[in-house]
């Protein structure tokens, strides 16, 4: 069945770049997302990536999608404090693209 | 900006006792879901609902579960008779229906079943 997996923890300085790792198991996924959560909050979609793109940049984030190895990884850049959260990596079902599966989030923790 | 509220944030039951989890989707919104995350494991999809009624659900959601959407404005779900490992995050969330995947989540009720 579908599967995603992912680190639990990640630990940075204050300043460093961030790279949060995810694999998947359903090629057929027309979409992959990560998603935030910061303490206290609901989910929040920091970004996605069409199934047939291989990078997408949007600020700060770079997320860099290998198709054939199905890993999906989120660069974060300069990373700061505020940046502290969990990160979940999703696919989209391949019958529903709004049903989500969701890995267990890796915990990013930013030192100074 | 719009959000996702749910209520209450956590609640506390009895094994074998009722539960009913409330939620507010954003109000132009046609998709709402239900997902939840035990503490430890993967956010888990439970069902979707589109008008009016189950559009899809996983097998989690067993006979114990239901979703409605009483006033046009709450969605719930319903536990009718919880177990001790229906204790978890509950999330509730809301789309437009594009096809993309975003999903807009509340904050999440934890319920913990003694």
């Known amino acids: 069945g579908e599967d995603v997996e992912q680190s639990l923890f990640l630990s940075v300085r204050e300043g460093d770049s961030s790279v949060i790792n995810c694999t998947y198991t359903?090629?057929?996924?027309?979409?992959l997302y990560w998603y935030k959560q910061e303490p206290g909050a609901g989910l929040q979609l920091l970004t996605y990536i069409f199934s047939n793109m291989d990078m997408k940049q949007d600020q700060r984030l770079t997320v860099l999608l290998n198709k054939k190895d199905k890993h999906l990884s989120l660069r974060i850049a300069d990373t700061q404090t505020g940046d502290s959260a969990i990160y979940f990596c999703a696919e989209s079902s391949k019958e529903n693209t709004d049903k989500l599966i969701f890995g267990t989030g890796t915990r990013l923790q930013v030192f100074p | 900006e719009p959000e996702v509220t749910q209520t209450p944030s956590h609640q506390v039951t009895q094994m074998g006792q009722e539960v009913i989890l409330r939620c507010v989707p954003i109000s132009n919104h046609l998709y709402f879901y239900w997902y939840r995350q035990i503490l430890g494991q993967k956010v888990e999809f439970l069902v979707s609902?589109?008008?009016?009624?189950?559009?899809?659900k996983s097998e989690i959601f067993d006979d114990q579960f239901s979703v409605e959407r009483p006033d046009g404005s709450n969605f719930t779900l319903k536990i009718r008779s919880t177990k001790l490992e229906d204790s978890a995050m509950y999330f509730c969330a809301s789309s437009t229906g594009q096809g993309t995947g975003e999903l807009f989540f509340g904050e999440g009720s934890r319920l913990t079943v003694l």
């Open positions: 359903d090629s057929s996924s027309t979409y």
């Open positions: 609902f589109y008008n009016n009624e189950i559009s899809e």
